[in-house]
């Protein structure tokens, strides 16, 4: 008990550091790109100088997209931590066990196929992740889910679906150019109209996740524990699927395929807080929405005045990190 208590303020502490870097990582990509506004300035054109350019590239221009960038990171990592739990592996992600893959894959039916009804991207990623995760998971499992077999199981799924990605692309080239950005995982081109499309499933899921830590705390026991304490494991683990595709489909509807950021935020989140899923999860919310802004501010100013879609820097982040995790014995137990 005295443990405890003494772990729960250092905990507490962290999370308010998290709170610090998302509010810095904010200012930071509204100020950055190729005109630079320092915060007292974007305080003081958002609140009295709105008939400014100023303003206009505040608002119409990079405060829908950092809003976006920051649902989006929340989305990916909610996902990533959610499947690290219920998989009991950490090499578990939205996009390295093909989750995303699925997602993407039903949104860009939609995208090129059907554009007239783009706001059912949404639903579509939704219903392609969660497609997806449950396949994955029913692949990986042989009395028990063993985290070499989930992590093939996700290879061969991600490749299914990049295979559909591709054929998509090939039979119809005159549409592939709408959509490069969308494979490869930008924010470019980002309005107020993406930001009221993901605000909805992005608030519910973050919402119904926050109830259940506990919940998740338990699964990490193993099966038969959390059936000793009274928990249905593959009714709740059921219902973090479902919650995990919402987050996951949300993200890659409005951002496309981009990687690594449930892998990379989950896995440091942890390293910082600890497991207890009641503190993961809010350290993760905060430290996976600054890490999405400080990426794609990152993505306008190194090699301005060209942009690169920010999936190019968390690939470039995230493809060591997955590396170094692979090689950790306890990575692959």
Known sequence: MIKSKKEGPNKNSLIII????FIASFFFSLGNGAVKISPLEIIKTILYEKDTVRYQIIWNVRLPRTIVAALVGICLSLSGAILQGIMRNP????NIIGVSSGGGLFALIILIILPKFYYLVPIGAFVGALFATLFIYSLAWKEGV??????LAGVAVSSLFSA????????????VHGVLGF???GLSAITWKDVRMVVPYAVLGTILILFLPNKLNILMLGDEVATGLGVRVEKTRFIFIIISSLLAGAAVAVVGLLGF?????????RLFIGSDYRYLFPG?????ASI???CDTLSRILFAPMEIPVGIIMSALGAPFFLYLLRKKEAIK
Not at 18 to 21: K, M, N
Not at 165 to 175: E, S, V, Y
């Open 292 to 294: 999405v802004m400080i």
């Open 146 to 151: 063993l985290p070499t077999r989930l992590v």
């Open 18 to 21: 998290f709170i610090i870097l």
């Open 261 to 269: 950021v449930g892998l990379i935020v989950p896995h440091m989140t």
């Open 284 to 288: 993760t919310i905060f430290f996976g």
């Open 91 to 94: 090499l578990a992600g939205p």
């Open 183 to 185: 494979i490869v995982g």
């Open 164 to 175: 559909g990605t591709n054929a998509l692309m090939t039979f119809f080239p005159d549409r």
